[in-house]
C-alpha cells in the first residue's frame, strides 16, 4: 500500500495493521471451520438436519411392486405433532418414509427446500407436507439459516425476488450461501447463550413474540392458491404428487379456511386430521405445538387419514421437464 | 447501506485499497462517487435532492464570500437557509405538522378537511447533512472562513459516506480543509482506526442490538404487565441500546474515515460517567449539542443576556434540538425535559465538575460523584422514556408502571441478561474515562510502543470474536438513521 504522501517511520504501527489483519482472517478462518466441522459435531438438531436431508434427497423412484417413497416436509410441528416412529409403524411396510423437518420453516424455506432436493435427485412419489395456514401464506423465510442450508446456489436471484430482498439483504443472502458460520450464527447465539444462562430460550422467545392479530391479509387466498399450485406444480414435474395436512392449534387457526379453500381449488388433498378443539388446550405446549403425551394420538389420526392416498394404487403425475 | 452489514466492509476494503492508490485529486472524486454510490444503495432517487443542494449552497456560499453588498449577501443566506430548512421541514415535519393541526381540528369538528394526504419517505441522513450545509453557509456568511475552493471539494465534505447518514456532525472549519489538501498515510492512525471499527461494531452489534431484544420486549408488552422492575429493565435496556447504538455508528464512522486519512471529531465521551446534565451534553452527541451551542444558542444570546434570558435559551436550544430529532410530542416533550433539567441545575447553582481530570483535581469525592452520576444517569433515563415511547400516552402508560412493585422470578433472568451486555461496556468506559483515550486502549504502553499495539490487536479480536458469537440474531436498524 502507498500514498501519495506517506510517512514511513511509523513502522510498529505499520507491522501492527499487518498483524490485526492478520488476525481478523485467523478468527474468521477458525470461527468458519468451527461452524462448518464442529457445529453438526456437538449440536443435535443440525446433526437431525443433515442426516433427514440425506435420507431426503437419497429418496428414489421405485417400481410399483417396491415401498412408496414418502417424504414428510415440514417445520417443528412435523418434528413435535408426529411420532416418527408410530407412523412408519402405521402406514406399514408398503411406505419408505423419509422427514425433512426444519424448525421455524415456512412456505419459502419448503419451497426452495423441495427444489434443491429434487435438483439432487430425490424422487418421492408424495410430499405429504404439514403445517398451520399460516406457514402456507407467511412470506418470510429463515434467515442466513435458510440461505446457507436449504437453498441451492441456483435459485439465490430468485429466492432474493421472491423475498423482496433489497440489495442489503441479498448480498447477506450471498454470504450466508458461502459462509457456514454466517448461516448458523443464529444456533451459535442460541447455544453459547444458553450455556451462560441456561433458561435463555425461553426467554428470548418471550421477548421476540409478536403480539397475534385476528385481521386476516386482504390478499390471503390468492396467495394461498397461487403458493398451493406452485408447490403443487414443482412436485408434478418431478413425479411427486403434493398432499398437505393443517395442524391443530390451541387457538383458532385464523389462516386455516384459507388455505383450505385454496388447496380445494387447486386440487390439491388436504388433510384436516383433528377437529377444531379435538386437542384441549392442555394438550398443547404453546399456540401450536401438541405436547409429547398428543404427538401419538395426532400421529394416529394423520396416518389413518393420509394411508388410504397414499396406498389408493393411482399412479402420480407423469413426471414433467421443469 | 448500514455499517454493520457485510458488504459496507467489501465496500469500505475496496475503496480503502483503490483510495491510497491514487493521488489526492483522484482520491476526492474517487469519495464522492463512493459516497454517492453508498448513498443511492439506500435510495438512488434522493441523490438528486442531495447533489441539488450541494450545488445551490457551493454557488450560493461562492456569492456571499465574493459580495460587499450586505443585502445581497443576506439574500443568499436566507435563500440558502430556506432551501436547507425547506427541504428538512417537508421531508421530515410535513406530516408531524398536518398531524398536529387535524388533532386540534378535530376538537372544533374539523378533522376530516386537515388529514394528511402525503405520506413522505424522509431521505437518510437529511437532518445531518443539512446542519452541515447550514454551518457552512453561516461561517462563509460571517467570514469565518473561505468558501471551498471546487465543487468537487464542497460535494465531498457534504457527503463524505462515513458521517452522511447520521454524523458526526462535522465542522466546515474542521473538515472542509481536509478535504482540499492532501492527506496522509499514517500508520498509527489508520491502526487506531481499525480498533474503532472493532469497538463501534462491538458497542453496536452486541451491546446495542441484544439491549434492544430487552427493550423492545418491555416496550411492547411481551413481558407482561408493566411495573416498577419492568419499566426499570426496559429503560436501562434501552439506555444502553441507544448508546451503544449511536456511539458505535460513530466509532464506526470515526474509524472509517481514519482508514481514509481524515479525522473525525469525537461524538461520544463516556456520557453515562457524567455528573451534571451540563456534563452530559459535554459528552453526549457532541457534534450536534455544540452545532446547537454555535449556531442556536449563541445566536439567541446565549449567556449575554442576564440569567432570565441564558436559561430560555437554554430551554429553547434544546427544545429545538428535541424536535430535530423527529417529528414527535414525544421528541419535543424530550427536549423540554433536558432543556428544563438544565436551565433548572443553572438557576439553582448546581455545576459540578465537568471532567475526571477535573474531578481530580478538586475535593469533590468519590462517593459525591457518584452518586451525582447516578442521579444524571436517572434524569436521562426518564428522557428515553418519551424518546422510545410511540406516543405521549405511551410514555404516560409506561410510567405509570412504576407504581407497581412487583418482583416476579423471571425478571432475574432479564436483569442478568442486561448484565451480561452492558457491563463490559461499562468497563471499557471506565477505562477511557480514566485514562482520558480517544483510541480504545491507546496508552496501554507497559512494555513499549510496539508491544502496546499487538497487545491491542489482540485485545481487538477478541472483540472481534465477541462480535461474531454474541451479535444479537435480530439487528436492529440505527436508531440515528430515522432522524
Known amino acids: 500500500m502507498h500514498s501519495s504522501t506517506s510517512n514511513f517511520e511509523d513502522a510498529p504501527a505499520r507491522r501492527a495493521i499487518w498483524f490485526l489483519l492478520l488476525l481478523v482472517v485467523l478468527v474468521a478462518l477458525a470461527v468458519e471451520l468451527a461452524a462448518r466441522f464442529?457445529?453438526?459435531?456437538?449440536?443435535?438438531?443440525?446433526?437431525?438436519?443433515?442426516?433427514?436431508?440425506?435420507?431426503?434427497?437419497?429418496?428414489?423412484?421405485?417400481?410399483?411392486?417396491?415401498?412408496?417413497?414418502?417424504?414428510?416436509?415440514?417445520?417443528?410441528?412435523?418434528f413435535f405433532d408426529i411420532d416418527l416412529r408410530r407412523f412408519v409403524e402405521q402406514l406399514g411396510p408398503e411406505c419408505e418414509v423419509a422427514r425433512w423437518a426444519v424448525d421455524d420453516t415456512n412456505y419459502l424455506d419448503w419451497y426452495f427446500g423441495l427444489r434443491r432436493l429434487f435438483r439432487a435427485g430425490s424422487r418421492p412419489r408424495f410430499v405429504v407436507l404439514g403445517a398451520t395456514g399460516g406457514h402456507f401464506v407467511s412470506p418470510r423465510v429463515r434467515g442466513h439459516f435458510f440461505a446457507h442450508y436449504i437453498l441451492d446456489r441456483r435459485d439465490l436471484f430468485a429466492a432474493a425476488a421472491r423475498t423482496s430482498a433489497d440489495a442489503t439483504s441479498f448480498s447477506a443472502m450471498t454470504l450466508a450461501k458461502?459462509?457456514?458460520?454466517?448461516?448458523?450464527?443464529?444456533?451459535v447465539y442460541k447455544r453459547v447463550m444458553t450455556w451462560i444462562l441456561p433458561r435463555f430460550e425461553g426467554f428470548a422467545r418471550s421477548l421476540t413474540q409478536r403480539p397475534t392479530s385476528n385481521r386476516v391479509a386482504p390478499d390471503v387466498s390468492a396467495r394461498a392458491r397461487a403458493q398451493l399450485s406452485e408447490l403443487r406444480d414443482l412436485c408434478a414435474a418431478h413425479g411427486a404428487q403434493l398432499i398437505i395436512w393443517l395442524a391443530p392449534t390451541r387457538e383458532k387457526d385464523k389462516y386455516g379456511a384459507a388455505v383450505l379453500a385454496s388447496a380445494r381449488e387447486c386440487g390439491v388433498p388436504i388433510l384436516i386430521p383433528a377437529a377444531e378443539h379435538e386437542f384441549a388446550r392442555e394438550s398443547f405446549r404453546d399456540p401450536i405445538h401438541l405436547k409429547l403425551a398428543a404427538a401419538p394420538v395426532f400421529t394416529s389420526l394423520l396416518s389413518a387419514q393420509l394411508r388410504p392416498l397414499l396406498l389408493s394404487g393411482k399412479e402420480p403425475p407423469a413426471p414433467t421437464p421443469p | 447501506m448500514y455499517f454493520d452489514t457485510p458488504v459496507y466492509?467489501?465496500?469500505?476494503?475496496?475503496?480503502?485499497?483503490?483510495?491510497?492508490?491514487?493521488?489526492?485529486?483522484?482520491?476526492?472524486?474517487l469519495l464522492v462517487a463512493a459516497s454517492y454510490f453508498f448513498y443511492g444503495w439506500w435510495n438512488w432517487r434522493f441523490l438528486f435532492l442531495m447533489g441539488g443542494s450541494t450545488l445551490v449552497?457551493?454557488?450560493?456560499?461562492?456569492?456571499?464570500?465574493?459580495?460587499?453588498?450586505?443585502?445581497k449577501r443576506r439574500l443568499f443566506l436566507v435563500v440558502s437557509l430556506v432551501m436547507n430548512f425547506g427541504?428538512?421541514?417537508?421531508?421530515?415535519?410535513?406530516?408531524?405538522?398536518?398531524?398536529?393541526?387535524?388533532?386540534?381540528?378535530?376538537?372544533?369538528g374539523h378533522a376530516e378537511r386537515l388529514a394528511p394526504v402525503l405520506r413522505i419517505v424522509l431521505p437518510a441522513g437529511i437532518s445531518f447533512y443539512t446542519f452541515q450545509?447550514?454551518?457552512?453557509?453561516?461561517?462563509?456568511?460571517?467570514?469565518?472562513?473561505?468558501?471551498?475552493?471546487?465543487?468537487?471539494?464542497?460535494?465531498?465534505?457534504?457527503?463524505?459516506?462515513?458521517?452522511?447518514?447520521?454524523?458526526?456532525?462535522?465542522?466546515?472549519?474542521?473538515?472542509?480543509?481536509?478535504?482540499?489538501?492532501?492527506?496522509?498515510?499514517?500508520?498509527?492512525?489508520?491502526?487506531?482506526?481499525?480498533?474503532?471499527?472493532?469497538?463501534?461494531?462491538?458497542?453496536?452489534?452486541?451491546?446495542?442490538?441484544?439491549?434492544?431484544?430487552?427493550?423492545?420486549?418491555?416496550?411492547?408488552?411481551n413481558l407482561g404487565e408493566l411495573n416498577l422492575p419492568l419499566v426499570l429493565l426496559g429503560t436501562y435496556a434501552f439506555a444502553w441500546q441507544i448508546y451503544g447504538d449511536f456511539s458505535g455508528y460513530s466509532d464506526i464512522a470515526r474509524g472509517s474515515a481514519q482508514l481514509l486519512g481524515f479525522h473525525f471529531m469525537v461524538n461520544f465521551r463516556q456520557p453515562y460517567l457524567a455528573t451534571s446534565l451540563s456534563d452530559l451534553w459535554r459528552r453526549w452527541h457532541i457534534s450536534l449539542s455544540t452545532?446547537?451551542?454555535?449556531?442556536?444558542?449563541?445566536?439567541l444570546g446565549g449567556n449575554r443576556h442576564g440569567e432570565a434570558n441564558t436559561q430560555?435559551?437554554?430551554?429553547?436550544?434544546?427544545?429545538?434540538?428535541?424536535?430535530?430529532?423527529?417529528?414527535?410530542?414525544?421528541?419535543?416533550?424530550?427536549?423540554?425535559?433536558?432543556?428544563?433539567?438544565?436551565?433548572?441545575?443553572?438557576?439553582?447553582?448546581?455545576?459540578?465538575?465537568?471532567?475526571?481530570?477535573?474531578?481530580?483535581?478538586?475535593?469533590?469525592?468519590?462517593?459525591?460523584?457518584?452518586?451525582?452520576?447516578?442521579?444524571?444517569?436517572?434524569?436521562?433515563?426518564?428522557?428515553?422514556?418519551?424518546?422510545?415511547?410511540?406516543?405521549?400516552?405511551?410514555?404516560?402508560?409506561?410510567?405509570?408502571?412504576?407504581?407497581?412493585?412487583?418482583?416476579?422470578?423471571?425478571?432475574?433472568?432479564?436483569?442478568q441478561f442486561l448484565a451480561i451486555f452492558t457491563v463490559p461496556l461499562f468497563l471499557l468506559d471506565l477505562r477511557l474515562e480514566r485514562f482520558q483515550e480517544e483510541y480504545p486502549f491507546e496508552k496501554l504502553k507497559p512494555f513499549g510502543g510496539a508491544l502496546s499495539y499487538r497487545r491491542r490487536a489482540i485485545f481487538a479480536a477478541c472483540l472481534l470474536l465477541a462480535v461474531l458469537i454474541f451479535a444479537a440474531t435480530e439487528p436492529s436498524a440505527f436508531i440515528y438513521f430515522q432522524f
Not at chain 1, 44 to 73: G, H, I, S, T, W
Not at chain 1, 178 to 187: P, W
Not at chain 2, 57 to 71: E, H, T
Not at chain 2, 291 to 299: G, T
Request: some cysteine; aromatic content about 18%.
Open chain 2, 291 to 299: 452545532w446547537l451551542r454555535d449556531y442556536l444558542y449563541i445566536p
Open chain 2, 312 to 415: 430560555r435559551n437554554l430551554f429553547l436550544t434544546m427544545l429545538l434540538g428535541g424536535l430535530w430529532h423527529g417529528a414527535n410530542w414525544t421528541f419535543v416533550i424530550w427536549g423540554a425535559l433536558h432543556g428544563a433539567g438544565l436551565a433548572v441545575a443553572r438557576w439553582l447553582g448546581f455545576q459540578p465538575e465537568t471532567s475526571a481530570r477535573e474531578n481530580a483535581a478538586t475535593s469533590f469525592s468519590t462517593l459525591k460523584r457518584w452518586l451525582a452520576r447516578i442521579a444524571v444517569f436517572h434524569f436521562v433515563c426518564l428522557g428515553w422514556i418519551f424518546f422510545r415511547a410511540t406516543s405521549v400516552n405511551e410514555a404516560f402508560r409506561f410510567l405509570q408502571g412504576l407504581a407497581r412493585p412487583t418482583w416476579l422470578p423471571q425478571y432475574w433472568i432479564a436483569l
Open chain 2, 87 to 108: 427541504f428538512l421541514g417537508a421531508f421530515k415535519y410535513f406530516n408531524f405538522f398536518i398531524d398536529s393541526f387535524s388533532h386540534v381540528a378535530g376538537w372544533f
Open chain 2, 133 to 221: 450545509a447550514v454551518a457552512y453557509i453561516v461561517d462563509v456568511y460571517h467570514r469565518k472562513m473561505e468558501p471551498a475552493r471546487s465543487l468537487l471539494d464542497y460535494a465531498l465534505f457534504i457527503s463524505f459516506f462515513p458521517h452522511l447518514v447520521a454524523g458526526p456532525i462535522q465542522r466546515p472549519a474542521h473538515l472542509l480543509p481536509q478535504t482540499q489538501s492532501p492527506r496522509t498515510f499514517d500508520a498509527g492512525r489508520v491502526f487506531d482506526g481499525l480498533m474503532l471499527i472493532v469497538t463501534g461494531l462491538f458497542r453496536k452489534c452486541v451491546v446495542a442490538d441484544n439491549c434492544a431484544l430487552l427493550a423492545n420486549g418491555v416496550f411492547n408488552g
Open chain 1, 38 to 78: 464442529g457445529v453438526p459435531f456437538v449440536n443435535q438438531n443440525m446433526r437431525r438436519f443433515y442426516d433427514e436431508l440425506d435420507r431426503a434427497a437419497a429418496l428414489a423412484a421405485k417400481p410399483a411392486n417396491q415401498p412408496v417413497p414418502v417424504l414428510l416436509l415440514g417445520n417443528s410441528l412435523t
Open chain 2, 9 to 29: 466492509f467489501v465496500f469500505l476494503t475496496l475503496i480503502t485499497l483503490a483510495y491510497w492508490r491514487l493521488q489526492w485529486r483522484a482520491q476526492n472524486v
Open chain 1, 178 to 187: 458461502a459462509s457456514a458460520f454466517y448461516g448458523c450464527r443464529e444456533e
Open chain 2, 57 to 71: 449552497d457551493y454557488f450560493l456560499a461562492a456569492q456571499i464570500a465574493k459580495s460587499s453588498d450586505a443585502r
